[in-house]
């Protein structure tokens, strides 16, 4: 190899990282209230254990950037948090209009398993599913392929608790705190 071939490759990677570091894969991250959408946000802010969070969030924040390692590898990631109450749903629909997030997660806990009226995760995933698979926006207009995230996951947090309390032998994609999810969900 070259000194020229060697110099191009390491000028190739320092523009790749560059690039990786200046551009943010935009997430969207949803969910019923008091789910823990602030608290994921913190925590992929900061490294360590999080403080207590005790301001709710209310109508949408700024969406701020993130870097975060997979595998080893170095991401830059940027996410929006956003109230969980049904009347800043149609605020999710602003931010994936605007953000045009690539990918999604929903996030639920265990509250429909401890009481079957609450319904708050079952009528939110349904507002977002709907929103995310209809070809046009809530005004009407029609959307572009830009417009549809290419992945959508639910995030059961607050394992800790739900965990000990509704025990299963099958594997944690099977557990029963998904059952309700089906509608929307399918693999490619």
Request: hydrophobic share 35%.
């Amino acid at each position: 190899m070259s000194l020229m071939t060697g110099f191009a490759i390491i000028v190739t990677e320092a523009i790749v990282g560059f690039y990786k570091k200046v551009h943010a894969i935009n997430f969207g991250i949803y969910g019923a209230t008091m789910v823990g959408k602030t608290t994921l946000s913190y925590q992929l802010r900061t490294r360590g254990e999080v403080p207590q969070i005790n301001d709710r969030t209310v109508g949408t924040s700024r969406a701020t950037r993130k870097n975060i390692k997979i595998d080893g590898n170095s991401h830059t990631i940027r996410s929006a948090d956003i109230g969980g109450e049904a009347i800043f749903w149609r605020e999710w629909e602003k931010d994936m209009r605007k953000r045009k997030p690539k990918y999604v997660i929903f996030m639920i806990d265990h509250r429909h398993l401890d009481n079957n009226s609450n319904l708050d995760h079952q009528v939110a995933w349904k507002f977002l599913v709907d929103t995310i698979i209809s070809n046009t926006w809530s005004d009407g207009k029609k959307k572009k392929e830009a417009d549809y995230p290419l992945a959508v996951g639910i995030w059961a947090n607050k394992y800790d608790i739900w965990g000990k309390i509704h025990e299963s032998d099958k594997p944690i994609e099977k557990h029963e705190i998904f059952e309700p999810f089906g509608y929307g969900m399918r693999k490619h």
